[in-house]
Nanobody, 124 residues
Framework: QVQLVESGGGLVQAGRSPRLSCAAS????????IGWLRQAPGKEREFVAA????????YYADSVKRRFTISRDNAKNTVLLQMNSLKPEDTAVYYC?????????????????WGQGTQVTVSS
C-alpha cells in the first residue's frame, strides 16, 4: 500500500514562495512517478508537476512552468514542490499522487495513489 502525506500548505500572500512536501512510504519505490495535482473550488482536478522516481525527469503544466519546481530526495522518500511567485489563481487543494508505468504524467486519471491533500490559499 502506497502512502502519501502532504504538508506545507496554508494562507500565503501573492508573490511569496512556499514549499510543499510529500512524504512517501517505501512502497513508493515501486511507483514510476510522483506528481502534484491541484483542485481549485468549482474546477476539475488538474496536473501541476511530476517527477520520475528513477532518473528524475520532470514535467510541468504550462500554467506553472518557470514558477514551480518539483524535486525528490530519494534518501528521505520525499518529493518537494517549490512554488515561486504565487498568484491568487494558484489557490487550490494540492495533492501528491503516485502512478505506475504506462499512461501519462499529465493525466489525472493515471495516478493510482493519492494523499489527503493540503490547502494553499493565495491572498492578493
Amino acid at each position: 500500500q502506497v502512502q502519501l502525506v502532504e504538508s506545507g500548505g496554508g494562507l500565503v500572500q501573492a508573490g511569496r514562495s512556499p514549499r510543499l512536501s510529500c512524504a512517501a512510504s517505501e512502497c513508493t519505490f515501486t511507483s514510476y512517478a510522483i506528481g502534484w495535482l491541484r483542485q481549485a473550488p468549482g474546477k476539475e482536478r488538474e496536473f501541476v508537476a511530476a517527477i520520475r522516481w528513477s532518473g528524475g525527469r520532470t514535467y510541468y503544466a504550462d500554467s506553472v512552468k518557470r514558477r514551480f519546481t518539483i524535486s525528490r530526495d530519494n534518501a528521505k522518500n520525499t518529493v518537494l514542490l517549490q512554488m515561486n511567485s504565487l498568484k491568487p489563481e494558484d489557490t487550490a487543494v494540492y495533492y501528491c499522487a503516485a502512478r505506475g508505468p504506462g499512461g501519462s504524467d499529465y493525466r489525472v486519471g493515471d495516478y493510482d495513489y493519492w494523499g489527503q491533500g493540503t490547502q494553499v490559499t493565495v491572498s492578493s
